[in-house]
């Protein structure tokens, strides 16, 4: 009996903890904190960007104030690709904590770029790892596994603790047809699968479409007629920076059809030189030339490879669009792609973009028009297989909305995992699994931490309502100096009103405003009314009453009094 | 010879101007002028919503500046459909002219209940047409044509003038099945192109979208198969209240599977209860519940129709997501269906409302995984239709952004409409057709009318400037008492700031803003520099250089200063 049993109760084992950072219920700044006994270590610190309603701010980082008060713990940084939503939070974190960060080499060279602009280079130090390499990090070991996405060079991680197994696959997809390296190491992921995987946090991005994600070749494939179809017209092609695999295809189809290649936008300046330095990029001999030099050959000699497939405002291929590109002059003579689908809430900005480029005549395709662009995430048959050849005791699905976090569960439902044995959670929450149980054991401070300019943290909610305000009504300032002692009005009250009306219009309403202000300061002081606090709201109740009642509108009232 | 020729050099007439005052290059705010000697009238008076960078606008409409200032000329207002983007904008326009109206019954309802609020009703002569009915319109005649739209009663109109037969759509669709009535009038469509059509302006909305449009009857089947889906969970359906059609749908299917109907969201229950007063809505005696009265019934026995299928935050169904609605609390018991697709722009919001309502543990169908929606417009094959049966000597698309524009342009090429006789333009541009050419031959005032609140077109592109420029980075008040005489300094200065930073861990900043600012009134005095005008450009500057040196951000720097 006993013996038999043995397998049936499993000892409990030395815990480990799982603490999300980010990525979860948005799709943006993923960072995991991994933790075993005295020993810590973290997996991505990525950026956001921000949503409407943050208005102003630039970027958006996790609140990472529980690694910084437990920074004597933290072993190691470790980074599974270069995208901006897994290494862009990493110069902050690295201001107040140092560890050494270990990644692929693309990964590390785009890193080092980054440490290089906050002023970091040199002060942190940077290990690049190989596939199928482990480090030790405290009391765990780490091992990296290549997998296919949209950037080159990108890790799963699996982690050896002493409670069991823990695999992360960061951002993948299943590609047999790379355009450079190996299809994903589906063989690891079966190998650690047979030995016994305690956990598995999967990408769920594209966990609400079914099937397979179509391989980065059958851009290729399309760019291939394209080039024949733009016969002798000059071809533009907006793509993400990032998506070295795809400039190497424009390249490879630029030779093949004798074409000269020219790259415009800072972004994709710095990723193709930094790719091309580093050997990711392979672009024979006479290729590339300077844009300031295009106008030295024919259209149908030049590919220009170009920023903003997202209708970003200030991007390359907007000032295209807008005429405003010091070297680009759109024209009927010009083929323009746009290699990338718009991401929520970009819709209407990459629209206008076409608008623009087809009323300067060009001829422009794009995403719905013809297979230009691929997903970098795996849909639902390969979060399948991933799940098949892992085979997991406990699944948390990682890196979505909701939506995706809740389709993912349900594929390991259907794919034998315990629905028990699922946690959809949320950041902050600290999990613990000691080889038998999964639990939520507590919560350490999570959240997002808004970047203004050189401000991190400094905008917050009240900021943000001011902004939002401000931004809808407009602002109403009634400025007015009172004699201290006697307690008469010695100036003003000056009404200036900014986003409000325009003023040279509204000369009466903004006569009225100051005399109903008058009339408030001064019922406050027949009142014996001195608290300025008292006189302030008055003001502001009366003006903000005036107002709605001939505007239905509620600028915000600022009342200054100065005692002289 | 002579004779021979007579077909071969046809005569010029009195020439029709066709001026388009809305719908062009924009989605929204439809508005056409046909104008023929000294008689005008008026085809849809729409309104849009605002862009993003339109902060704290409500919403925008035509400038009609044109029909204002020609009003004695004007012999009516003829209204397509019901859609707000093509009746919106009427009650602005119909305070300041007045000429009689003619529509479809429905849509002069939905007109009726906006001139109610707007003060108008019994103002205006509202007349009831019927498809095939003709009016005279000065010396021209208006003859209304029956077409399917997702909206019931939509008009397509012929205009018959001595130049010739203009042909508009209006928006319309192609449906051989429609919910109610028949399919839309293909055969005189084919009866005006067999006599001749001068020019036809048609609905792009569609035109890059290739194939047939999906019939309403496509959705009821989709229902019908989620109504038994649902099995014993409340069933809540959201869609666009104009959808009259839909709704219907929806009522069917609650009677067949013995379930009550409620209503949620103001404009949903407005438009219910003008559909079935007015008889478009059929809905049989005690199908229809309060909401107040839900809970009397099981799950299973209801189905909420609800607003809110784009996510608008005020709606009700995203206040059923974000758990603040009064009446309707879901829960795992709910299956939601989102009927309609996402409006370019609100794919995150709808994104937002799904997430919320999965947390909440109700079911979610939404357009992507499900035909729960089909367009109102026309795709590639139905305009081909179109275009075939009228075969229009000119042709001008209509409704739509330039990449729809040129879409439909290129449509009728391929149906053999000569290149040059087909003009894409823009809003403010007078059309003149002679019954021989098409030409531009001049233009009128047009553009977007912004309202925000009571007023109409005093937000303008100063105000709209300092919005964005106080919504991305605050605001700072700089307020100094000077002594008009000595030019001292009498208090002050003081500085106030809003949307900046958090004040209470800026202290520093502050004050150092204080002292610069002090120091720059100083200089200016020290310097005999007493024009208020100079000294607050030194505190814009100074302070401003500071501010962006230690933030890098520019928030509006207000200076002010009282003279005592
Ligand atoms: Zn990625
Ligand atoms: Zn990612
Ligand atoms: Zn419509
Ligand atoms: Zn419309």
New interface residues.
Partial sequence: NKRGKRTATPQKKTPVRIIPLGGL?EIGKNMTVIECGNDMFIVDCGLAFP??EM??VDLVIPDFSYVEKNKEKLRGIVLTHGHEDHIGGLPFLLKSVNAPVYSSRLTLGLVEGKLKEHGLLGKVQLNVVQPRDTIKLGCMAVEFIHVNHSIPDALAVAIHTPAGIIVMTGDFKIDSTPIEGDIIDLARFGELGNRGVLALLMDSTNA?KPGMTMSERKVGESFSNLFQRAQDKRIIIASFASNIHRIQQIVDYAVKYKRKVAVSGRSMINVVAKATELGYLKIPEGILVEIEGINRYRPDQLVIITTGSQGEPMSALTRMAMSDHRKVTVNPNDFIIISASPI??N??LV?RV???L??LGAE?IYE??YEVHVSGHACQEELKMILGLVKPKFFIPAHG???HL?KNADLAVAMGVDRKNILITEIGKVIELDGVDMKVIGTVPAGRVMV????VG???S???R??????????I?V?T?IDGQTGEI???P?V?S?????VR??EDMMAQTRKIAKKAVETCMANNTHEWGNIKNKIKDDVGDYLWQ????TP?I?P?I???
């Fill in positions: 219920h949503d409407e208005l102003g609400a929520p809430g819709e209407k629209n076409i608008n623009e087809l009323k422009v719905k028009m909305e909701y939506l809740k203004d300019g050189l401000g400094d905008v917050g009240i900021v943000l001011d902004r939002k305000h401000l931004a809808e009504d407009g602002l300032i400025v100096a010695v100036a003003g000056d200036v900014r986003g409000f009306v325009y219009e509204a001939v505007t239905k509108r915000m600022l200054v100065q005692e002289i």
